[in-house]
């Protein structure tokens, strides 16, 4: 009876080290990586994080977005990006306490076909300069910097299709929120909110 017992406690080791063994090469096998892309409409590089800040443009077909090649994957492969909402900053409204801005930025992840596979969403508000997350480079403002800058992050991660060799994404509409008023915006062109660091898993 003994030996019996034996055996199984040896068979159950074993089957726990094959396991073990086989999950450990799965998590090997999983590499992860900067995405190639082609932004249509580049902000900058960013002075205090260092990342490249790429504009979306809102539009109607997945050509107009940025578009990511995605490299070849056996199954679904993840694609995953910072979202953030675009601010022109002014000292002027700063100090005239007229600078406060609540942006709602809806953009979508498309396949090469223009099939939808999903859309994301930032809100953030805007009040005073520390709202900011970066500043750009390559400014006229003070210090060298751009005016527009980046504001709120809004962490997307995304499951793409196995088969799918290039997405796109692209902006559908801000909603901006000011002291004075509302402004709705959707026409195609028009940059909506930005991305950064932009990865693949596979």
Request: proline letters at 6%; charged letters at 20%; a neutral charge.
């Amino acid at each position: 009876m003994w030996r019996t017992d034996r055996a199984l406690v040896l068979l159950l080791l074993l089957t726990l080290c094959a396991t073990a063994g086989l999950a450990q090469g799965r998590a090997a096998a999983t590499r992860t990586e900067a995405a190639t892309f082609a932004c249509p409409s580049p902000l900058g590089m960013g002075l205090a994080t260092g990342r490249s800040y790429c504009d979306v443009l809102t539009g109607r077909e997945q050509a107009e977005g940025i578009l990511i090649d995605l490299p070849p994957h056996t199954g679904p492969l993840t694609l995953s990006f910072d979202l953030h909402n675009r601010h022109t900053y002014s000292e002027d409204l700063i100090r005239g306490n007229r600078a406060f801005r609540q942006y709602t930025a809806t953009i979508g992840v498309l396949t090469a076909d223009n099939t939808l596979i999903t859309r994301a969403i930032i809100q953030s508000e805007f009040r005073v300069a520390g709202d900011l997350l970066d500043r750009i480079g390559g400014g006229a403002g003070p210090g060298g910097v751009k005016a527009v800058a980046p504001t709120g992050t809004e962490p997307i991660v995304v499951t793409i299709p196995a088969g799918e060799s290039r997405v796109s994404i692209l902006g559908e509409k801000l909603t901006v929120i000011r002291p004075d008023g509302t402004d709705n915006f959707t026409a195609p062109g028009r940059p909506i909110a930005l991305i950064s660091n932009v990865m693949l898993e596979y």
